[in-house]
């Protein structure tokens, strides 16, 4: 791969780097634009064609912890708990709130071919499944057993994972459990399928899915990674 170019995306001589790193949240609208926002008051919006910055976006509510966009819509998630829906069409950008997670969102993600559903899960395990056309909860659930802050949905399918004490927890994202995967049953480096027993070890700590197919990848405090699917060896 060849670096064609690279550049200050968050901060500049108006906005000092912070003290300590900040992890920025970024989305991109095809090949057209970089959106990435962090600690700082706005959300800068880049033009990747021009590689120049197009305009910023207000966010005072604290620093950005997940972003996801849907045609002209941006979701934005901020510490103070909340989701802010932007609409980029309109001149002032329109932005509309849902009510409050309890802790900051950790992920956000519009359903497949619906830009009327927005899902999102907060560090604290609940989840809210939202109407943007009026910002509010159609369904409310809570994760039981989050150990950690770390959950992922996938972009596709309606599946929303988590990592439990013991296991990874896959939920559908009306809150119903599907599977309970885990890999102490199974040797290093070997994939296995989605539903194996419940273990005592080895906990996860991270958790991804596949952009569009049923595949889960898991991290363990052992520093190993293991792939989940919904089939083994074309069993």
Same mark, same amino acid.
């Given at each position: #791969?060849? &670096?064609?170019?690279?550049?200050?995306?968050?901060?500049?001589?108006?906005? #000092?780097?912070?003290?300590?790193?900040?992890?920025?949240v970024m989305t991109t609208i095809g090949n057209r634009k970089l959106l990435v926002g962090g600690d700082t008051k706005h959300i800068r919006c880049w033009d990747l064609n021009e590689?120049?910055?197009?305009?910023?976006?207000?966010?005072?509510? +604290?620093?950005?912890?997940?972003?996801?966009?849907?045609?002209?819509?941006? =979701?934005?998630?901020?510490?103070?708990?909340?989701?802010?829906?932007?609409?980029? $069409?309109? #001149?002032?950008?329109?932005?509309?709130a849902a009510p409050k997670h309890t802790k900051p969102p950790k992920v956000i993600s519009f359903r497949p071919g619906d830009e009327h559903t927005l899902v999102s899960v907060c560090? =604290?395990?609940?989840?809210?499944?939202?109407?943007? $056309? /009026?910002?509010?909860?159609?369904?409310?659930?809570?994760? $039981?057993? &989050? %150990?950690?802050?770390?959950?992922?949905?996938?972009?596709?399918?309606?599946?929303?994972? %988590?990592?439990?004490?013991?296991?990874?927890?896959?939920?559908?994202?009306?809150?119903?459990?599907?599977?309970?995967?885990? $890999?102490?049953?199974?040797?290093?480096?070997?994939?296995?399928?989605?539903?194996?027993?419940?273990?005592?070890?080895?906990?996860?700590?991270?958790?991804?899915?596949?952009?569009?197919?049923?595949?889960?990848?898991?991290?363990? /405090?052992?520093?190993?990674?293991?792939?989940?699917?919904?089939?083994?060896? +074309?069993?």
């Amino acid at each position: #791969p060849t &670096l064609i170019n690279a550049w200050q995306a968050l901060y500049d001589h108006e906005t #000092p780097t912070p003290p300590k790193p900040v992890n920025p949240v970024m989305t991109t609208i095809g090949n057209r634009k970089l959106l990435v926002g962090g600690d700082t008051k706005h959300i800068r919006c880049w033009d990747l064609n021009e590689e120049v910055l197009s305009e910023d976006l207000p966010s005072d509510h +604290g620093t950005i912890t997940a972003m996801t966009h849907h045609g002209h819509n941006l =979701a934005v998630g901020a510490a103070d708990g909340t989701v802010r829906l932007y609409d980029l $069409r309109a #001149p002032n950008k329109v932005v509309t709130a849902a009510p409050k997670h309890t802790k900051p969102p950790k992920v956000i993600s519009f359903r497949p071919g619906d830009e009327h559903t927005l899902v999102s899960v907060c560090a =604290a395990g609940s989840v809210h499944v939202v109407d943007t $056309r /009026k910002m509010t909860p159609v369904k409310t659930w809570s994760i $039981r057993e &989050l %150990a950690l802050p770390e959950v992922a949905i996938h972009e596709r399918l309606d599946l929303v994972a %988590a990592c439990s004490v013991e296991v990874v927890e896959v939920y559908t994202v009306e809150g119903k459990e599907v599977a309970r995967v885990d $890999r102490n049953d199974v040797g290093e480096g070997v994939p296995i399928g989605v539903g194996a027993a419940v273990g005592k070890k080895r906990p996860p700590t991270c958790v991804a899915f596949h952009a569009t197919e049923l595949l889960m990848c898991a991290g363990y /405090k052992d520093n190993m990674a293991v792939l989940f699917g919904e089939k083994v060896g +074309g069993e």
